[in-house]
């Protein structure tokens, strides 16, 4: 059996397995040590728990825990409830300036959060029921609350940038910044859709006796600003070379724990420590997945099969931007039915090599995947964000919400050409910060 034909198997079993509904880590860890097992002899499992371990043995792994705790406790404050109110303030004047609100105030939350489904509900559970009462059809509502809910994983600080930073060996603070300005331009293309969407629907919906003075609008700031300041903050360090990723995160984390108590008056431990057990569940998790993809990845290359891919496609007498199309296909499809991290820990080691050989900066890439992956979040059947509005909505099903949030895929989708044309909306500012890179 030829490389290409095992590599194939290989995919063709972990899909099966995965559709099983093992957990991703433990489905990952079977395959690897069966195939290893299966063409190596037993012998080959003498070296798979020092893989295992060493996959763990990164201090830039405690970022991880600390960005998730970070986002776990604004998540639980009123924070997404003020930075809606603060928006809303600002716009209601504008024709669909509630839709404007809302992807405004998911974009803000979602760099404090760093998550996807925290943004839905932090957001949605005010907004949603806001824009209906208003008048807002359902499926416009739901719509853009879920698809403003993926910014979450691409403005940093970015949970899923962490963990292609690790996979890949890149920069973390480069990679913060390479989200920045892409965030900032898909937040424009959602609010220009909203836009256009509310003159074409007639939704201006301006309460005609709603009215706020200039000291409403100011007085909700001070709540607010101090968590936008610690986001720059930790952008600041990381490209200023004053910190590493997980010095940053744990500053970070702190002042967003003493900022809630202060400002929000959140002292009983059982809050906190529902965050902090959370957490826990859903860094172990992803460090599981880490270390199991470690052992797949290990399998991959020991069996040639990753050398053989990179090198076949590379062979390939196609234009390079013919094969980034094919792969931006794969992640659309792999984004329906497998979460962000293990998509990214299962297709880096592969995908990189391809990547250096056509020529395309793995920083950008890092990019293009997240934007990628926020489809994913929003397309059926594994949709998280879908299903995190239709528990705050039950009366609304889930195709109208999907309907809603198809015109957003679409803008996520000519983000992806816009970069790809010009990859220097990712790559100027990390480069302008931190310099070239090596």
Not at 336 to 364: G, K, N, R, Y
């Amino acid at each position: 059996m030829s490389e290409l034909q095992t590599g194939l198997l290989i995919g063709v079993v972990t899909t099966l397995i995965l559709l099983t509904g093992v957990p991703v880590a433990f489905a990952l860890g079977l395959v690897g040590v069966g195939f290893l097992v299966a063409f190596e002899g037993w012998g080959s499992l003498n070296f798979t728990a020092d893989i295992f371990f060493d996959s763990l043995n990164s201090f830039a792994l405690l970022s991880i825990p600390m960005f998730i705790v970070m986002g776990g406790v604004v998540a639980s404050s009123r924070a997404g409830p003020d930075l809606y109110h603060a928006l809303d303030r600002w716009l209601y004047k504008v024709p669909g300036g509630l839709m404007v609100s809302n992807l405004g105030a998911c974009a803000l939350f979602a760099a404090l959060s760093g998550s996807s489904p925290a943004t839905c509900a932090a957001i949605g559970k005010l907004g949603i029921p806001e824009m209906r009462q208003r008048g807002y059809p359902a499926s416009v509502a739901t719509g853009s609350v879920a698809a403003g809910g993926t910014l979450g994983i691409l403005i940093p600080p970015s949970v899923t940038m962490i963990v292609y930073g690790i996979a890949t060996e890149s920069s973390i603070g480069r990679l913060f910044l390479a989200g920045l300005l892409p965030g900032l331009m898909l937040t424009a293309l959602f609010i220009g859709w909203g836009l256009i969407a509310a003159k074409r629907g007639g939704y201006s919906f301006v309460d005609p006796n709603l009215s706020y003075t200039l000291r409403q609008k100011l007085v909700v700031l001070p709540k607010v600003l101090p968590f936008l300041l610690i986001i720059a903050g930790i952008l600041y360090v990381l490209y200023g070379g004053v910190a590493t990723p997980s010095e940053a995160a744990g500053v970070g984390a702190l002042f967003c724990i003493v900022l809630v108590a202060l400002i929000y008056r959140v002292w009983r431990p059982k809050a906190f420590f529902d965050v902090f057990r959370d957490a826990m569940r859903e860094s172990v998790m992803i460090l599981m997945i880490i270390a199991a993809s470690e052992l797949f990845s290990y399998m991959m290359s020991t069996l040639f099969i990753t050398q053989t891919i990179a090198e076949s496609i590379a062979a390939l007498d196609v234009n390079r931007w013919v094969v980034m199309a094919i792969i931006n296909l794969f992640l659309l499809v792999a984004g329906c039915f497998l979460p962000p991290v293990a998509i990214i820990l299962m297709t880096a080691p592969t995908l990189l090599p391809i990547l250096q050989s056509l020529d395309f900066d793995p920083i950008w890439f890092a990019v293009i995947l997240t934007i990628n992956m926020e489809i994913g979040l929003i397309t059926p059947p594994v949709g998280l964000n879908l299903y995190v509005i239709n528990g705050i909505t039950p009366d609304v099903k889930l195709p109208t919400i999907l309907w809603g949030a198809l015109p957003f895929m679409l803008c996520m989708v000519l983000a992806i050409v816009i970069l790809c044309v010009f990859p220097e909306i990712a790559l100027w500012l990390p480069t302008h910060m931190m310099g070239a890179a090596l």
